[in-house]
């Protein structure tokens, strides 16, 4: 009884000999495949390019109200190109508000949060995917629950929480919480876990390695891309954070960037020259942060890559 792999290996020399035969008799075979494989990759391009020059126009739409004029940015029709390029609209941003000021305090924030971010849910996660104990599955199963329960539901109930604490008008709302881990980071950096082999960590405990100094030698380092992917996902939402400094901080020393580009709106009217370039500022970090770290981004979204 021939073996599967001999039937694969007759049939893949069936077909080469017809793709022969049939080359044989028509010489424009190959020059017809050819053209057909070409004009795809054309049609493909073409079909990257449209969506993303839609993608991009937005963001072009912001470069360019940045750098017209209050006439001109409210004249009718509007017009895609500014008439004078005025770069000094960013001085003059800059200057209408301390957001020197702003910029310190929403680094600080966000740095405590992407630190708080990764180190607790990738110790928890360790936890749900290595370490056995009764019950795990269950709590794994409310722990992603979680994820079902809208923000909004929780916002006044935190409210109360952090006013009883004293924490309002401090920046402990804003970091506190993500020492204590997040659902969707979690089951993330789980499902990399799972892909280390269990007989590593069992000669880790042989040579008298406890579960922290696994975690911390052998876990992290080969979780590196989800790693990037938590710090990733959670420097974006502390950076463009809104609502919850809005909530929290009543006092303008404590502002951060996202509360002080609300200086240029008014009742009245608003600057939008002046608010799309604060806006573009605040918005460069998120894009050369997922620049330089697509690659692990995109290594940390693909869950069979963990353990490589």
């Known amino acids: 009884m021939d073996k599967p792999t001999d039937n694969l290996d007759y049939l893949d020399k069936a077909d080469n000999l017809k793709t022969i035969e049939t080359a044989n008799e028509n010489p424009s075979f190959f020059e017809h495949r050819g053209n057909r494989k070409n004009i795809l990759v054309v049609f493909n391009f073409v079909l990257l390019a449209i969506g993303s020059l839609l993608i991009l126009s ?11 004029t209050m006439a001109e940015v409210m004249s009718f029709p509007p017009s895609f190109w500014p008439e004078d390029w005025l770069f000094s609209n960013y001085i003059k941003t800059w200057e209408a508000a301390p957001f020197t000021r702003y910029t310190i305090n929403t680094l600080t924030i966000t740095i405590l949060v992407v630190i708080g971010n990764v180190l607790s849910n990738s110790f928890i ?3 749900f995917a290595k370490i056995p104990f009764r019950g795990k599955n269950i ?3 409310i722990v992603l629950a979680t994820m079902m329960i809208p923000g909004f539901v929780t916002l006044i109930p935190q409210y109360v929480l952090f006013a ?6 401090t920046y402990y709302p804003l970091i506190v919480p993500a020492f204590f881990g997040s659902a969707f980071n979690i089951f993330l950096l789980r499902q990399f876990y799972m892909t280390i082999p269990t ?3 069992e000669a880790a405990k042989m040579e ?7 975690w911390w030698k052998i876990g992290l380092p080969l979780t590196k891309p989800a790693i990037a992917t938590v710090a990733i996902f959670s420097f974006n939402g502390a950076w ?3 609502l919850g400094p809005l909530l929290y901080l009543n006092d303008e020393n404590l502002y951060t960037l996202q509360i002080g580009l609300q200086v240029f709106k008014g009742q009245l009217s608003t600057q939008w020259n002046y608010l799309m370039a604060g806006s573009l500022l605040v918005l460069l970090p998120v894009i050369l942060i997922f620049f330089f770290f697509q690659k692990y981004f995109i ?3 693909n869950l069979q890559s963990g353990g490589k």
């Open 58 to 68: 937005p963001l072009w739409w912001m470069f360019a109200t940045s750098l017209k």
């Open 125 to 127: 996660a360790y936890g």
């Open 139 to 141: 709590l794994f199963a």
């Open 164 to 169: 009883n604490l004293g924490w309002v008008n």
């Open 199 to 201: 007989e590593l960590i």
């Open 208 to 214: 008298g390695a406890n579960h922290f100094y696994i």
């Open 240 to 242: 463009n954070d809104f």
């Open 299 to 301: 290594q940390g979204i």
